[in-house]
């Protein structure tokens, strides 16, 4: 199993450009999360998905958009980039959140500076 | 809204002390309660997690956490830390979904 895989590792977007992050995972999770890491602020849940189809906004979702088409996949959309979305960030996934086996795994992360 | 605070940012040890962190959360209902690490240039890995029964709790790396209901408290433990024990320790609680706190930084000095 690969786990939890995202793309790119780093990324550098002028402010206004638009871009997707991708994530994806092979262990047929149902919960997909993405969270962004600021210094001091720990992290931040940005949008979340139950499953496929279902999507939902976590604490700072604002200028992020997210789609959930099929289980493996859920891609973080930045429409018009801002400097305040500089920051690393994390697509995590776990069974479910519901149960014991609800422990979250967590991707490498993406490096995103917005100029 | 459930919320989680880390009261210590940042905290500085020498090999062999013991460490506490606190963690708190504010959630009336049933909670599942972690603690995350993540290693210099790492992502986060869980270090142990509470969902029922015996509240002491123990994980990886000789770390423990003991959950305390009626203070809403989660604390990290470890009786001898290590110079390896560098890293960022993240308390999270799960209801519906996954929060963080802010975090606590640990050095550990040889």
């Known amino acids: 199993n690969a786990g939890v895989t995202q793309t790119p590792k780093f990324q550098v977007l002028k402010t206004g450009q638009s871009m997707t992050l991708q994530c994806a995972q092979d262990?047929?999770?149902?919960?997909m999360s993405w969270y962004r890491q600021d210094p001091g602020m720990g992290l931040r849940l940005i949008h979340y998905?139950?499953?496929?189809?279902?999507?939902d906004q976590g604490e700072v979702p604002n200028g992020y958009n997210v789609s959930r088409s099929t289980t493996e996949d859920f891609p973080l959309r930045l429409l018009s980039a801002a400097p305040s979305q500089t920051s690393v960030y994390f697509c995590?996934?776990?069974?479910?959140?519901?149960?014991?086996?609800?422990?979250?795994?967590f991707g490498p992360g993406t490096r995103l500076t917005v100029l | 809204a459930q919320s989680v605070s880390q009261h210590n940012h940042h905290v500085i040890l020498s090999e062999a002390a013991s460490l506490e962190l606190g963690c708190n959360y504010s959630?009336?209902?049933?909670?599942?309660l972690f603690w995350y690490v993540q290693y210099p240039g790492q992502h986060l890995q869980l270090l142990l997690k509470?969902?029922?029964?015996?509240?002491l709790v123990k994980g990886i790396k000789g770390f423990e956490a003991e959950f305390i209901k009626s203070k809403f408290s989660f604390n990290l433990r470890k009786p001898s830390v290590q110079w390896s024990d560098t890293a960022e320790y993240f308390c999270?609680?799960?209801?519906?979904?996954?929060?963080f706190g802010t975090g606590t930084r640990l050095q550990v000095f040889p």
């Open positions: 995590a996934s776990s069974y479910d959140t519901s149960s014991s086996y609800n422990e979250q795994f």
């Open positions: 262990m047929n999770h149902e919960y």
């Open positions: 998905s139950v499953g496929a189809g279902i999507t």
């Open positions: 959630y009336g209902g049933t909670v599942n």
């Open positions: 509470y969902f029922s029964g015996d509240p």
């Open positions: 999270a609680v799960n209801t519906d979904k996954l929060i």
